[in-house]
């Protein structure tokens, strides 16, 4: 890696490191693979306290185990250096097995990974020792991947990023995109984005930089990201032909694939699914094509008339994948850009042939997911779901929002959130995040936190909605902390307990039983305490 500008690094190192309020990293091992040390954080909370006669009377309340994407930034043992890179967790595991050993080919000769058992314990956390029932073993985590229901996006050249899974039978993962363009960014911004997504809990990264130093940003932020990173090798296939989509080769894109795979990118957007005679179907659309790489891809097939060699190379693009276990992500080039274009001939023409092309992958044990919308309002979204478990084979659904209505520029994050949230619900396994610069603007830091917290909300909604084991851990603590009056619990619980705690001190001064909302007497969680007291 050439090295980012020395003070700027100096300013990095000393700050990335992630703490999170009240809260501590703590391990769990495996059982089939002792050695296992699968990271999570612990909330410690304060008792409840109680007056009863005149005594103060405290019980105990359980820490809560919160799934932690922070990776290494959020253990104070280890040092950071974003020059040498995080420590190379899946190395010796990797160094053990042969090319080709995806974890799809390993799990359909029954063999249950060291990833397979480290994805089992991270969706647990402590069930078991809550004594809550759960189905996700890491016998049953192999069967998931084994089917194609479920991928565990791992290149073996990715060492560093900690195992997790997608898959509708798991908590509802998210994807942050980050990455620069010609108009703005720097490596170092690139850098502290993907840093801060995995902060706030973004379970995969995509790289999308069109801008300059595209292998250079990829690098730096491949060897510092404990999360997936996922990219559209199409945008630097684009560059390398100086943006005339007309000069695209199977060649060109073929090399640009096995240069991401050599980086180690653990899944490409690929829009495979796009055909010659579908591309017309969105020329009557209200807002055309708002993929740009399947814009791309198009125009070559409309400039050339020929079948696309995305699609025509697909069981190559298959044997470079296998050999370094990168996921295929079938990108929906065709999906729609506005509520009107939903669920329109082009989008589902694209989202059959994915369906015949994900077989294809699974038969050369490549894991495979496949991109959803895009705009859809609300009472068309479940037909998306449907449609999809039945051409797609039960491969996991992977979809960016979808956006409820366009009318709220700037507050897209809001009107995707709610199509994720119900998206999530009927079985997709992860959701793209969207900022509120949406159609705007290339999203800033700020932007990140609101778009991973945003999405945080949709994704536990669904987790919530499909009875995940222990997903109502988290919210049971944080209503009883709330009810309780233990502010700082209710914080700590919190996706975003830096903005609770900074909305709370803008008009309370003290931690009292009440707060400005509603003030002292007319604060239902009192009133509602001291019925108790007019019982005695
Ligand atoms: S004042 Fe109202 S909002 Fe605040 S704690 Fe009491 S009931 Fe809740």
Redesign the pocket.
């Known amino acids: 890696m050439t090295e980012i500008k020395s003070h700027n690094q100096y300013i990095m190192n000393n700050n990335i490191k992630i703490t999170y309020p009240g809260s501590e990293k703590v391990y769990m091992p495996g059982t089939i693979y002792p050695e296992l040390r699968v990271g999570m954080r612990r909330v410690n909370l304060t008792p409840t306290v109680v007056i009863e006669k005149g005594e103060k009377i405290m019980t105990e309340n359980a820490p809560v185990y919160v799934y932690d994407t922070s990776g290494p930034y959020s253990d104070p043992a280890v040092d950071i250096d974003l020059q040498k890179g995080l420590p190379k967790l899946r190395q010796p595991w990797i160094d053990k097995r042969q090319t080709g050993d995806t974890q799809m080919a390993l799990a359909k000769r029954g063999i249950i990974t060291q990833e397979m058992e480290y994805v089992a314990i991270r969706e647990n956390m402590n069930c078991a020792e809550l004594g809550i029932d759960t189905y996700i073993t890491p016998e049953f985590v192999r069967s998931e991947v084994a089917a194609g229901r479920a991928v565990i996006p791992a290149n073996v050249n990715h060492p560093e990023a900690e195992p997790m899974i997608i898959g509708t039978n798991f908590l509802v993962k998210i994807n942050t995109n980050i990455g620069n363009s010609h108009q703005n960014s720097s490596i170092e911004e690139e850098v502290e984005k993907a840093v801060w997504s995995c902060k706030w809990g973004g379970d995969t990264l995509m790289d999308l930089s069109t801008g300059t130093n595209i292998h250079e940003t990829r690098e730096w932020i491949l060897r510092n990201c404990p999360v997936p990173v996922g990219t559209v090798p199409m945008y630097q296939a684009f560059e390398k032909v100086n943006g005339k989509a007309e000069d695209l080769t199977w060649e060109i894109f073929r090399d640009t694939l096995i240069e991401q795979c050599e980086q180690g990118v653990d899944y490409f957007t690929i829009h495979c699914g796009i055909r010659l005679k579908n591309v017309p179907l969105s020329q009557g659309r209200l807002t055309g094509m708002v993929s740009r790489g399947g814009s791309i891809i198009s125009k070559w097939c409309k400039v050339h008339q020929k079948e696309s060699f995305l699609y025509e190379h697909f069981d190559d693009i298959c044997d470079i994948c296998a050999k370094y276990d990168v996921a295929i992500s079938l990108g929906d080039g065709l999906r729609p850009g506005s509520t009107f274009d939903a669920n329109d001939a082009a989008q589902f023409a694209e989202l059959d042939t994915m369906g015949e092309l994900v077989e294809r992958a699974w038969e050369k044990n490549v894991q495979a997911f496949i991109e959803g919308p895009g705009h859809v309002p609300m009472h068309k979204i479940k037909a998306n779901m449907d449609r999809q478990i039945e051409k797609c084979h039960g491969a996991p659904f992977y979809t960016l929002g979808p956006l409820v209505t366009d009318i709220a520029p700037a507050y897209d994050h809001i009107t995707s959130a709610i199509g994720a949230s119900m998206i999530g619900w009927y079985g997709t396994a992860m959701l793209c995040y969207v900022t509120p610069k949406e159609h705007l603007a290339l999203p800033n830091k700020d932007d990140v936190r609101t778009g991973v917290v945003t999405y945080k909300i949709a994704a536990h909604a669904a987790d919530l909605a499909k009875g995940h084991p222990g997903a109502t851990i988290r919210d049971n603590a944080l209503s009883k902390a709330?009810y309780d009056?233990r502010w700082k619990d209710q914080f700590h619980l919190a996706l975003d307990p830096e903005k609770a705690l900074e909305y709370y001190k803008t008009s309370n001064r003290t931690e009292g039983?009440?707060?400005?909302?509603?003030?002292?007497n007319?604060?239902?969680?009192?009133i509602s305490h001291s019925l108790k007291d007019c019982e005695k």
Not at 513 to 520: D, S, Y
Not at 522 to 526: H, K, M, S, Y
């Open positions: 709330r009056f039983e009440f707060c400005t909302m509603c003030g002292p007319f604060c239902a969680a009192r």
